[in-house]
């Protein structure tokens, strides 16, 4: 499949400060951009997506953003907390269909 | 568990061996998905399939089958062809087969060879 590139792998803040993970994708057909969030041993979650029709989105402390011109999408984490801390991947549609292609995830941890 | 159940948490597999792994779900979802997990690593597509008797190969298919004979089960045999089957593996399903649709996760199934 097309690749999905994630920054960071590891990203570390502190309780209360902002946390902004980045994905770069590649098929310019795409037209979802799905957030999930994985706790240790535990399914991912969706906690939020984008369609490529808006360029923003937000969700109370969650928000994304999309440039589909340089094809990349940003997940903001505002006042971060410790039940926040989990393992968080990118996804994307390939080919403007359903199958979703996933990066490589950012490890956060949110440090009192 | 939402929705979407895999079984068995985990699972011990001998050398030779094939296993099989269950997915159900009860949410009338069209197409149902297995993805593999390695330590660190993403969420990596084995098999998909968008409608009942039909699916297809993912990124990394070699060494593993799958069936799609009802639309609520799409169970994952990982066979002995299978050369580093250590992995947690994850199943999940999806509303349509159009653009757009999150995916709902089962809990995994953690599988160890030995």
């Known amino acids: 499949g097309e690749n999905v590139e994630q920054h960071p792998s590891t990203l570390s803040v502190q309780e209360g400060d902002s946390a902004v993970i980045k994905c770069t994708y590649s098929?310019?057909?795409?037209?979802?951009f799905p957030w999930y969030k994985q706790e240790l041993g535990k399914r991912p979650q969706l906690i939020i997506d984008?369609?490529?029709?808006?360029g923003e989105k937000k969700d109370q402390r969650i928000a994304v953003t999309l440039n589909k011109t340089a094809k990349h999408f940003s997940l903001h984490i505002t006042e971060t907390q410790p039940e926040d801390s989990a393992v968080y991947f990118c996804?994307?549609?390939?080919?403007?269909?359903?199958?979703?292609?996933f990066g490589t995830g950012t490890q956060l941890k949110v440090e009192l | 568990d939402g929705g979407i159940t895999q079984s068995p948490k985990y699972l011990f597999r001998k050398e030779g061996q094939n296993v099989t792994l269950s997915c159900e779900q009860n949410?009338?979802?069209?197409?149902m998905y297995w993805y593999r997990q390695d330590p660190g690593q993403g969420l990596r597509l084995i098999y998909y399939?968008?409608?009942?008797?039909?699916?297809q190969k993912g990124d990394i298919a070699e060494g593993y089958s799958v069936s799609r004979e009802k639309k609520e089960s799409f169970p994952l045999t990982v066979t002995s062809a299978q050369k580093n089957p250590t992995a947690f593996y994850l199943c999940?399903?999806?509303?349509?087969?159009?653009?757009?649709?999150?995916?709902?996760f089962g809990s995994g199934t953690r599988l160890t060879v030995v």
């Open positions: 984008i369609r490529s029709n808006v």
């Open positions: 399939s968008q409608i009942v008797n039909d699916f």
């Open positions: 098929d310019s057909a795409s037209n979802y």
């Open positions: 996804a994307w549609s390939e080919g403007g269909g359903n199958k979703l292609t």
């Open positions: 949410l009338n979802h069209d197409a």
């Open positions: 999940a399903s999806s509303p349509g087969t159009g653009d757009g649709y999150g995916y709902t």
